[in-house]
């Protein structure tokens, strides 16, 4: 990497979907994750001030943190490539998701794994708010994680 890259290239992340739902309402995006701490399960993810995600976690006060697969490449463009308020992105991509379970957001399948948060505080940030969340519950799918660096997807497996 050259000195002259954006500092956001430098570590690479995880590809997560921020999966949320309130009454009626749901939505699905591409993001990404950072734990902060691992022995009080707590982490960190941004969303843009006003879009329908950061609306339906405000009203929910919880979201679910979808760690993508290998097999979802695809489905991180596609997510990343329309707002929430242009339609429900499940239904226009034809997501397949694991059963849903009443009150709560749904997960595609195929994922890598997903986590249940809970709000514990916000900030906002320039056009953005910070969400520190708890980790609530969790499943494990068995599905290779991607990663993100350097404006490249990568599969995370093992040596």
């Known amino acids: 990497?050259?000195?002259?890259?954006?500092?956001?290239?430098?570590?690479?992340?995880?590809?997560?979907?921020?999966?949320?739902?309130?009454?009626?309402?749901?939505?699905?995006?591409t993001a990404t994750a950072m734990f902060v701490?691992?022995?009080?399960p707590l982490l960190a993810i941004s969303v843009a001030k006003g879009h329908l995600t950061a609306q339906l976690i405000e009203q929910a006060g919880a979201f679910t943190l979808v760690i993508a697969s290998e097999d979802q490449r695809e489905l991180v463009w596609k997510l990343g490539s329309i707002k929430g308020d242009e339609g429900d992105k499940f239904a226009r991509f034809a997501i397949s998701t694991l059963p849903p379970e009443p009150g709560k957001p749904l997960v595609p399948v195929k994922a890598s794994s997903w986590l249940e948060c809970t709000v514990v505080s916000k900030h906002p940030l320039?056009?953005?708010?910070?969400?520190?969340?708890?980790?609530?519950?969790?499943?494990?799918?068995?599905?290779?994680?991607?990663?993100?660096?350097n404006q490249e997807l990568f599969t995370l497996k093992s040596l």
């Open 1 to 29: 990497m050259k000195q002259s890259d954006p500092v956001s290239h430098w570590l690479p992340c995880p590809v997560v979907f921020i999966s949320t739902a309130y009454e009626e309402k749901r939505d699905i995006m």
């Open 37 to 40: 701490s691992e022995k009080e």
């Open 126 to 149: 320039e056009g953005y708010v910070l969400v520190i969340a708890r980790v609530t519950n969790q499943g494990n799918l068995d599905n290779p994680p991607l990663m993100w660096h």
